[in-house]
């Protein structure tokens, strides 16, 4: 639903499969991009760290993570999520 531009019915899912197997790293990180795609960053940056906190062998989170803090001009703290 993502791909097909659904955000708020894939928001919806992921967090049902979520609610399932909190450790389903896939489904965090769609939940992540969709609401990302929702401009919902406050609660994107919430999610990443949940999705750290559960699998933190997933380097992709940290990358998104500090990605997600540059574009909103938290460089340092950016920064700091990737060394």
């Given at each position: 639903?993502?791909?097909?531009?659904?955000f708020?019915?894939?928001?919806?899912?992921?967090?049902?499969?979520?609610?399932?197997?909190?450790?389903?790293?896939?489904?965090?990180?769609?939940?992540m991009?969709?609401?990302?795609?929702?401009?919902?960053?406050?609660?994107?940056?919430?999610?990443?760290?949940?999705?750290?906190?559960?699998?933190?062998?997933?380097?992709?989170?940290?990358?998104?993570?500090?990605?997600?803090?540059?574009?909103?001009?938290?460089?340092?703290?950016?920064?700091?999520?990737?060394?």
């Amino acid at each position: 639903m993502n791909s097909l531009g659904r955000f708020s019915e894939a928001l919806q899912s992921f967090e049902k499969a979520l609610d399932l197997d909190k450790e389903n790293a896939l489904a965090s990180q769609n939940k992540m991009t969709a609401i990302q795609n929702l401009e919902k960053f406050n609660k994107s940056i919430h999610s990443y760290d949940l999705a750290i906190k559960n699998n933190p062998d997933v380097a992709e989170n940290y990358f998104k993570k500090a990605w997600l803090l540059y574009k909103l001009k938290k460089l340092e703290e950016a920064i700091g999520k990737i060394f």
